[in-house]
Structures are given as C-alpha cells and as structure tokens.
C-alpha cells in the first residue's frame, strides 16, 4: 500500500492522539468534571419583555446572546491572530495550525486532514473527540472575536464590511439556522456546549434586530 500524504497525516494525529489521551486519562480520573464548564442558562428573549423602553431592552438582548457569542467554542474560530484556539482557556491549537489564505489550512494540510464533516470520538468512552462540520474553516480576519469587548463585536457583526457584506436579516438567518453555528451546541465529547438552544439565541438576535439593534457600549 502506497503511503500517501493523507496516510502520513492521519498516522500522525493518531499518533497525537494517542499521546493526548494518555495525559487526560489521568486527570479525568482525578476529577471528571473538572474538564467541562457548568453549563450556563440563556434567558428567552421573551423575559426580556418588562424592559419597556425599546434601546434598553435591545442592549439587554445583545448582552444575552453575548453568552452564547463570547463562549470559547465560538472564539476558538473567530481568533484574531490567524490560527485556531482549543479548549476553555483558548489555548494555541495543537498541532500548530494556520488559517492559510483560505481559511481551510495551509496548503497539504487542510483542517479537513483531521476534522470530518461530524465529530468523531478519539477514545474510550467518548471523553474526547474530534470536532467536525462540513464547513469547518477559520472565520475570516475581519469576523476576529477574540479580545474584543461584546460592544466592538456588536457593530462588526453589524457592518457589512466586516460581517461578510450581511444585512441584518441575513445574520439572524446565519445565527439561527447555520449548521457550523450550532455545532456549538453539538461540540462533541470532551467539551462543553454553548447555553440554551440555537432556536433561542435565534429568537434573542430576532428580538434584538426588532428593537432596533443596539449594541452596548464599546
Ligand atoms: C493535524 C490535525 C489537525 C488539523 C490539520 C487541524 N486541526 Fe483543529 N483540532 C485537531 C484536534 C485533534 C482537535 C481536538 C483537540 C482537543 O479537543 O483536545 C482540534 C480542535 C480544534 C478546535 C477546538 C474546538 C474547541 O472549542 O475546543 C478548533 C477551533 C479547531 N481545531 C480549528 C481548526 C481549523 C480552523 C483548522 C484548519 C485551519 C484545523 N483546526 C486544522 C486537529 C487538527
Ligand atoms: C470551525 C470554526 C467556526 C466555529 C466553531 C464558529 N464559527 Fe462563526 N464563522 C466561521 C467561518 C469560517 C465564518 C465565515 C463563513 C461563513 O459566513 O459561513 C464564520 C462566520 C460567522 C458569522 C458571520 C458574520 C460575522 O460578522 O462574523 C457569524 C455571525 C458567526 N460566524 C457566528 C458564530 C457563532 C455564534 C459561533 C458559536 C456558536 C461560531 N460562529 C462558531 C467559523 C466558525
């Protein structure tokens, strides 16, 4: 059998892999719920309906789905150095990996040599995987998230010159029905998903653009 490129890479990451897995073996039996964060609530965006004065109430609404925005499984993409970050801690990607000019990996390594169009489980007992969806790329240097306050994302993601020329209609669609949004509550083993449901950080965007879209203060 012909060894070819993608064999190399796959040897490898099982051999990672398998590295990996022998360090979390023991710590997850030292304390299993130590590698999950507790899982957070998303309020509905109709709890919000007491706040009477409409700006307020859009501010208040943005803050909510911020919860869901500044959560680790959407930073991780939405870095602003060009490469990837895993975990909780946002830690750099391992292997060391780049964005490339496509945002799908340098050439004869793209993120598709190892993430798949599903999560796959690496080990026993699904304690860890290997996140997957079929758009897995990283969001481009315009949508970088991370280090920004919740008030700088807002009028990005509002700006059709950094949020992929959208109109605001066309971000709730994305928020609330892209398959590779709402791979952050389906994150695979060994990581903990965004709060509440895609359908209600959906509905929390809706509520937001009918309020006006206000974002809070930078
Ligand atoms: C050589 C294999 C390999 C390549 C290539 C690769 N990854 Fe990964 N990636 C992994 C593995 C393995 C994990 C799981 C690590 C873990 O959870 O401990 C991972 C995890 C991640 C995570 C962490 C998710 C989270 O919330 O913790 C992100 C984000 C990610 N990769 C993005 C990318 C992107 C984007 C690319 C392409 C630009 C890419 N990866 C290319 C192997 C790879
Ligand atoms: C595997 C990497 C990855 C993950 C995880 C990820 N994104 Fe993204 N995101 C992208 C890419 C790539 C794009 C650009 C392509 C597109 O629009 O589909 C993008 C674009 C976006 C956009 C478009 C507009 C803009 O200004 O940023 C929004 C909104 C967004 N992501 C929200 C989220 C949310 C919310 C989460 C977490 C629940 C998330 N993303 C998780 C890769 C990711």
């Known amino acids: 059998m012909r060894l070819t490129p993608n064999r190399v890479v796959n040897g490898l990451i099982l051999a990672g892999v398998l590295a990996v897995s022998g360090a979390v073996v023991a710590s997850v039996e030292a304390a299993?719920?130590?590698?999950?964060?507790?899982?957070?609530?998303?309020?509905?965006?109709?709890?919000?309906?007491?706040?009477?004065?409409?700006a307020t109430r859009s501010v208040a609404l943005f803050t909510e789905a911020g919860k869901v925005i500044q959560n680790p499984r959407c930073l991780n993409c939405h870095p602003v150095e060009r490469a990837p970050t895993q975990g909780d801690d946002l830690h750099p990607h391992n292997p060391p990996m780049v964005a490339g000019d496509s945002g799908h990996g340098p050439a004869g390594l793209p993120c598709f040599s190892c993430h798949t169009g599903a999560n796959v489980p690496t080990w026993g007992?699904?304690?860890?995987?290997?996140?997957?969806?079929?758009?897995?790329?990283?969001?481009?240097?315009?949508?970088?998230?991370q280090g920004k306050s919740l008030g700088q994302i807002c009028a990005q993601l509002k700006n059709p010159a950094t949020n992929g020329g959208k109109t605001l209609e066309?971000?709730?669609?994305?928020?609330?029905?892209?398959?590779?949004?709402?791979?952050?509550?389906?994150?695979?083993?060994?990581?903990?998903?965004?709060?509440?449901?895609?359908?209600?950080?959906?509905?929390l965007i809706r509520a937001w653009i009918d309020t006006g879209a206000r974002c809070p203060q930078a």
């Open 170 to 203: 066309q971000i709730h669609h994305h928020m609330a029905e892209d398959h590779l949004v709402g791979w952050g509550w389906n994150p695979g083993a060994g990581r903990a998903p965004v709060p509440g449901t895609q359908a209600q950080f959906g509905e």
């Open 32 to 54: 299993p719920e130590a590698k999950q964060r507790s899982p957070e609530s998303l309020r509905t965006a109709a709890s919000f309906q007491s706040i009477t004065d409409p």
């Open 125 to 145: 007992d699904n304690i860890k995987s290997i996140p997957g969806d079929p758009k897995w790329a990283l969001a481009p240097a315009e949508m970088a998230w």
